[in-house]
Nanobody
Framework: QVQLVESGGGLVQAGGSLRLSCAASGRTFSSYAMGWFRQAPGKEREFVAGISSSGTKTYYADSVKGRFTISGDDAKSTNNLQMNSLKPEDTAVYYC????????????????????WGQGTQVTVSS
C-alpha cells in the first residue's frame, strides 16, 4: 500500500505562486506514473498535470499550460507541482495521484487510471 501526502497548499493572491509537494510513505516514485488533479466545489475532479512512469513525458491541462510545472525528485521521494501566475479559477483542492501498474511513456490523465491518491491540499487564490 502506498500512502501519498500532499503539502504546500494555502492562500495566495492572484498572480502569486505556490509549490505543492507529494510524498510517498517509505518509498520512491521511481517507475510510478504521477499526476495532479484538482476539484473545485460543485465540480468534478479534473486533471491538471502528469508525468509518465518512464519519466520521459509530461502533459498539462490547457488551463494551466505555461503556468504550472510538474517535476519529480526521486532522491527526496517527492513529486512537485510548481504553480505560477495563479488565478482565482485555480482555487480548488489539489490531489496527488500515483500508479505503478504499467511502465509506459504515456501520461495518465483520468482518475480511474491512478491506483493511489492523497488526501488533498487546499489552494485558494484571491482576486
Amino acid at each position: 500500500q502506498v500512502q501519498l501526502v500532499e503539502s504546500g497548499g494555502g492562500l495566495v493572491q492572484a498572480g502569486g505562486s505556490l509549490r505543492l509537494s507529494c510524498a510517498a510513505s517509505g518509498r520512491t516514485f521511481s517507475s510510478y506514473a504521477m499526476g495532479w488533479f484538482r476539484q473545485a466545489p460543485g465540480k468534478e475532479r479534473e486533471f491538471v498535470a502528469g508525468i509518465s512512469s518512464s519519466g520521459t513525458k509530461t502533459y498539462y491541462a490547457d488551463s494551466v499550460k505555461g503556468r504550472f510545472t510538474i517535476s519529480g525528485d526521486d532522491a527526496k521521494s517527492t513529486n512537485n507541482l510548481q504553480m505560477n501566475s495563479l488565478k482565482p479559477e485555480d482555487t480548488a483542492v489539489y490531489y496527488c495521484a500515483a500508479d505503478r501498474r504499467r511502465l509506459t511513456s504515456t501520461v495518465l490523465t483520468t482518475t480511474p487510471e491512478y491506483e493511489y491518491w492523497g488526501q488533498g491540499t487546499q489552494v485558494t487564490v484571491s482576486s
